[in-house]
């Protein structure tokens, strides 16, 4: 378990690299055990935060709890880059919607890594939810690269999509990250 989610933490960091700088005050949506946070930060060198509904946290990152899933406990703009790491395939439509507008508020960039919708997604998500985190739901509201560009486009938010390439050839899962920005007012 600890080994998939270091393999995972290479994954995500060589996605984010780009975006992400010492300097950087960031926060992690959705953080979940903190492992991968905790890998990001130390990597990064970064201020990190971790957020999330439930307090599932098995690291020492710095962490404050959701008191509701649609709104995040911080001040607009308190946070230059926020991060929702497969977390929103746990949220149901309606909420994707409203978290994400909320994190926009409180970051001034936000990035989402998210899985591809398939039958092996939706699989593993429900087994390893029912391991690592009881009491979440696992609506599995995937969506494919389009579907969420139209979430976003009907929402009036900003965003550029980059596939990420696979770490080797028969890796299960096609991952996404999406950059988000928020509107500059005119
Ligand atoms: C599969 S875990 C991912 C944990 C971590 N980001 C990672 O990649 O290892 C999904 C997390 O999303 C959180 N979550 C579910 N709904 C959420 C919401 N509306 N806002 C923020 N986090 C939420 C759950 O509590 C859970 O900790």
Known sequence: M???????????????????????KVLDIGCGNGVVSHELAKHFGCALTGTDPQSYLTTSIPFIKMLRDDQLPFEDGAFDVGMFIDTLHH???????????????????????????SLLASVSDIILNRLNYAGTPVP???????????????????????????PIPFYPFSNYLFVLEKKQAS
């Open 91 to 117: 949220a149901s439509n309606e909420m994707q919607v409203k978290i994400i507008l909320d994190a926009l508020r409180v970051c001034k960039k936000l990035l989402i890594f998210e899985v591809k919708p």
């Open 2 to 24: 600890q080994a998939t989610l270091l393999y995972r933490s290479r994954l995500i960091i060589k996605a984010i690299t780009p975006y992400i700088t010492k300097e950087a």
């Open 140 to 166: 599995c509201t995937f969506r494919n690269e389009q579907g969420w560009m139209d979430l976003f486009h009907e929402n009036h938010i900003t965003a550029t999509a980059r596939r990420i390439k696979k």
